[in-house]
């Protein structure tokens, strides 16, 4: 079984304040893959990124930084100089489905974490 | 560019009636759709998907039903709502081959009373 959890609820920082949102996963796959989607109050998921779980690598772009560890099962968000636009809930998502024809990507979700950014 | 359309955007509906929400793919074929639900505070829950058309499956029991009369048209029905049907349901889609990440619809935000 696969589980994906994000302990922080809800995250409050004044504007231009740099936050990270925790997430940790749960898997025995060997390959799999990562995703942050983000929920503003309009309600629609926008996705943000997927992780190959070979690709450790950090991802950066733009305001958003990604920092994947699998020695802690962790993927974790940073949002720098947060913008009041940024005020959304985020959702952390695993996958161990293998790309393929078959097309049942199953993704697990976390319960997502409420970030407000004050003006 | 591929976009995706939920329909319509809220509904309140009484307990026992009949649900049907729709959802379209422009810009695609033959892509993987799937149903979710979000009930208020929670995450997301995968209630159907679809890898072609006619071809549905279903990830929870409920009294909810799922089908696919077109290759880029997935509708998700109920014969009659309960109270627990309210909720927040997302339409997704995903290209095959080659990729993982699903794409998401407007939503559609039902309540039952």
């Known amino acids: 079984a696969q589980k994906v959890t994000q302990a922080q609820t809800e995250i409050s920082v004044v504007e231009k304040e740099d936050v990270t949102l925790d997430c940790v996963y749960e898997?025995?796959?060997?390959?799999?893959?990562l995703f942050w989607y983000k929920q503003p109050p309009s309600g629609e998921l926008v996705f943000l990124i997927r992780?190959?779980?070979?690709?450790?690598q950090n991802e950066i772009s733009g305001r958003y930084s990604w920092n994947f560890q699998k020695s802690t099962s962790s993927f974790n968000f940073t949002i720098t100089a947060s913008q009041v636009v940024d005020s959304a809930v985020y959702f952390c998502?695993?996958?161990?489905?293998?790309?393929?024809?078959?097309?049942?990507?199953?993704?697990?979700f976390g319960t997502g974490t409420r970030l407000t950014i004050i003006p | 560019s591929q976009t995706i359309h939920q329909w319509p955007a809220t509904l309140v509906q009484p307990v026992g009636s009949p649900l049907s929400l729709e959802c379209t793919v422009e810009?695609?074929?033959?892509?993987?759709l799937y149903w979710y639900r979000q009930a208020a505070g929670r995450g997301l829950q995968l209630l159907f998907y679809?890898?072609?058309?006619?071809?549905i499956s279903s990830e929870v029991p409920q009294n909810l039903s799922a089908s696919r009369p077109q290759d880029r048209q997935f509708i998700l029905s109920s014969k009659k709502l309960l109270l627990s049907d309210s909720g927040f349901y997302l339409c997704?889609?995903?290209?095959?081959?080659?990729?993982?990440?699903?794409?998401f619809g407007p939503g559609t935000r039902l309540t039952v009373l």
């Open positions: 997704a889609w995903s290209r095959i081959p080659g990729a993982v990440e699903q794409f």
């Open positions: 898997t025995r796959d060997t390959t799999y893959y």
């Open positions: 992780r190959n779980s070979f690709d450790e």
């Open positions: 998502a695993l996958t161990t489905s293998r790309i393929s024809n078959f097309g049942n990507e199953k993704l697990t």
């Open positions: 810009g695609t074929s033959n892509p993987n």
């Open positions: 679809s890898v072609g058309i006619g071809q």
